[in-house]
Nanobody, 126 residues
Framework: QVQLIESGGGLVQAGGSLRLSCAASGRTANRYPMGWFRQAPGKEREFVAAISSTGGTTYYAGSVKGRFTISRDNAKNTVYLQMNSLKPEDTTVYYC???????????????????WGQGTQVTVSS
């Protein structure tokens, strides 16, 4: 069993930065590919970024590519999402997720992930 706890959300002005963290519990948590998603009220959960178990491969949604960076520290069982040049349209709840699906071929697909955190709110003011 894996538990995921996000932190680092908050209020920031447009153009600012935030770093989200996702701490994973469970002795095998650092073996799982991880993803970040976001979901606005009344909308489907949207892929943001993902990272392979080793950190060697990363994936990004087009809307965040060049602004957001996903990384992981397997010694700390933690995945990060560095968000720069934030825009008001980035405002929503962000979730991290862990995947046990093999092969990990659709990082943008929520069905690939079996574990989810509780979410952290990011608000970008204009």
């Amino acid at each position: 069993q894996v538990q995921l706890i996000e932190s680092g959300g908050g209020l920031v002005q447009a153009g600012g930065s935030l770093r989200l963290s996702c701490a994973a519990s469970g002795r095998t948590a650092n073996r799982y590919p991880m993803g970040w998603f976001r979901q606005a009220p009344g909308k489907e959960r949207e892929f943001v970024a993902a990272i392979s178990s080793t950190g060697g491969t990363t994936y990004y949604a087009g809307s965040v590519k060049g602004r957001f960076t996903i990384s992981r520290d397997n010694a700390k069982n933690t995945v990060y999402l560095q968000m720069n040049s934030l825009k008001p349209e980035d405002t929503t709840v962000y979730y991290c997720a862990a995947s046990r699906v093999v092969p990990y071929t659709r990082p943008y697909d929520t069905t690939q992930y079996g574990y989810w955190g509780q979410g952290t709110q990011v608000t970008v003011s204009s």
